[in-house]
C-alpha cells in the first residue's frame, strides 16, 4: 500500500551541482504533481502532468524541469542548483485533473538543502 | 502570487477549546479542498467542497465554503491533541492546477 514514493527523502547539494527527484504511484492516476512547501508560503506547484505524455508550467518552474516517464513515475531535475532552491519537495497524483475536484495524494517530501 | 490568504498563520489553544482558521481570496473557485498536515509527511486530504455554501462535517470539524465561492473556512469544536498540524486550504478553478493557501499552524495543548 505505498501509493506516493518520492526518493531521496534527503538531500544536501553544492550551489551548480545536477540532481533529479524521483517519484512514483502506483494508484494508476493519471495527473502527478509537483510543488515546493516554504515556511509561510504553503505548496506552490513547480510542474504538473495531466496525463501521460504531457507536461505544463505551475506558478513557480524556473530552474526545474520535468519527465514523466511513464503513468506510474514523474521525476523533477534542477540543473544547476541555486540556494534558494532549498526547500521541501512533495509529488502528488490524481485519478484526474483538478478540474474533476478529485483529491490529491501526497508523498513524504524530499528535503532539499542547497550550500 | 498567493491567491489564498489563511488566517491566522498560527494558533496555540487548549485542549477542549473551539477555533476557526479562515481560507479568503479574490478570485473565485470551482471547489475547494483542506488538507491536514504533520511533521515529515504530505498533506493528507480533509474534505472537499463545491458547492456555494456548502457545509459538511467530519466528526468535530465543520467546513464551509463561502456563498460567492471566494473564502471557506474550517471549524473545530473541543479540540484534542491529536488535531495538531498544518491545515492547508486549496482552491481549483476550472483549470489542472490547485493554489495553495499559506498555511495555519495548530498546536493543541493537552
Known amino acids: 500500500n505505498a501509493g506516493v514514493t518520492q526518493t531521496p527523502k534527503f538531500q544536501v547539494l553544492k550551489t551548480g551541482q545536477s540532481m533529479t527527484l524521483q517519484c512514483a504511484q502506483d494508484m494508476n492516476h493519471n495527473s502527478m504533481y509537483w510543488y515546493r512547501q516554504d515556511p509561510g508560503m504553503g505548496l506552490r506547484l513547480i510542474y504538473y502532468?495531466?496525463?501521460?505524455?504531457?507536461?505544463d508550467k505551475g506558478e513557480v518552474p524556473n530552474g526545474y524541469n520535468v519527465s514523466r516517464l511513464n503513468k506510474r513515475e514523474f521525476s523533477l531535475r534542477l540543473e544547476s542548483a541555486a540556494p534558494s532552491q532549498t526547500s521541501v519537495y512533495f509529488c502528488a497524483s490524481s485519478v484526474l485533473g483538478t478540474g474533476n475536484n478529485q483529491p490529491q495524494h501526497f508523498g513524504d517530501g524530499t528535503r532539499l538543502s542547497i550550500l | 502570487t498567493q491567491l489564498l490568504e489563511q488566517s491566522p498563520q498560527f494558533l496555540s489553544i487548549q485542549e477542549g477549546e473551539n477555533l476557526t482558521v479562515y481560507c479568503n481570496s479574490s478570485?473565485?473557485?470551482?471547489?475547494l479542498q483542506w488538507y491536514r498536515q504533520e511533521p515529515g509527511e504530505g498533506p493528507v486530504l480533509l474534505v472537499t467542497?463545491?458547492?456555494?455554501?456548502e457545509v459538511k462535517k467530519l466528526k468535530r470539524l465543520t467546513f464551509q465554503f463561502g456563498d460567492a465561492r471566494k473564502d471557506s473556512s474550517l471549524h473545530i469544536t473541543a479540540a484534542q491533541p491529536g488535531d495538531t498540524g498544518l491545515y492547508l486550504c486549496a482552491g481549483s478553478n476550472t483549470g489542472n492546477q490547485f493554489y495553495f493557501g499559506t498555511g495555519t499552524s495548530l498546536t493543541v495543548i493537552p
Open positions: 502532468s495531466a496525463s501521460e505524455g504531457t507536461t
Open positions: 478570485s473565485v473557485f470551482s471547489s
Open positions: 467542497v463545491v458547492t456555494g455554501g
